[in-house]
């Protein structure tokens, strides 16, 4: 069964510190992966987008990385700021489906000052 | 400026009484989608349209209706809502294989 599963549920860090975000999925073959943000009663809103080529790719202070062997992908978050306080979601795509989204549950990022 | 819009964002309604969400992109995508979000599920794909007149189901499709007769528009209906239908629901559009663009939401209470 293709699922994508998320850690840690939630996270708190103090403003200024870095962290970094887990997403293991069983996905294969799969087309691309994608991070997005979602504040609070929003829509979510994309970051990065990486295919099974790539193993980096950044946003401003947000890194993913892709590790197609291991199906696992970490986002990583440089100098937090308030307004990373969010829910952050892994999202596959699944290209034996017609490229169908796998959706993770998400992390809830809470920055505090 | 490119966006995917929602109506109603809030919505009120009582089991059995028929309702719309209508959906509209302004980018000229071919594929638009619709989802719910509940609390520690993620979000679940209901129906989506890899273009016009051309709807399939996607995770969680019973008790919902779609039609896709316009590129920009694509509706959700639900025939007859029951309360289990309480959700947060996004619509969202792309082009195929690229990032998806997501409405802003509507927050349907079924009572």
């Known amino acids: 069964k293709n699922q994508v599963e998320q850690s840690p549920q939630s996270l708190i860090i103090l403003e200024g510190k870095n962290c970094t975000l887990q997403?293991?999925?069983?996905?294969?073959?799969?087309?691309?992966l994608r991070w997005y943000k979602q504040d609070t009663g929003r829509g979510p809103v994309s970051l990065t987008i990486m295919t099974f080529s790539e193993n980096t790719k950044s946003n401003g202070r947000y890194t993913a990385t892709l590790d197609a062997d291991t199906k696992q992908s970490s986002l990583h978050i440089t100098a937090s700021q308030l307004s990373d306080s969010a829910s952050y979601i892994c999202?596959?795509?699944?290209?034996?489906?017609?490229?169908?989204?796998?959706f993770g549950a998400g992390t809830i990022l809470r920055v505090k000052s | 400026e490119a966006q995917v819009t929602q109506n109603p964002r809030y919505l009120i309604t009582v089991t059995g009484k028929k309702l719309t969400v209508t959906c509209s992109q302004n980018m000229n995508h071919e594929y638009m989608s619709w989802y719910r979000q509940d609390p520690g599920l993620g979000l679940r794909q209901i129906y989506y349209?890899?273009?016009?007149?051309?709807?399939d189901k996607g995770d969680v499709p019973e008790g919902y209706k779609v039609s896709r007769k316009e590129k920009r528009n694509f509706p959700l209906i639900l025939e007859s809502p029951s309360p289990n239908q309480t959700s947060l629901y996004f619509c969202a559009s792309s082009d195929p294989g690229e990032t998806q663009y997501f409405g802003p939401g509507t927050r349907l209470l079924v009572l």
């Open positions: 999202v596959v795509s699944a290209r034996e489906y017609g490229n169908k989204l796998v």
């Open positions: 997403c293991n999925y069983t996905v294969s073959p799969f087309s691309n």
């Open positions: 349209s890899m273009n016009v007149e051309v709807t």
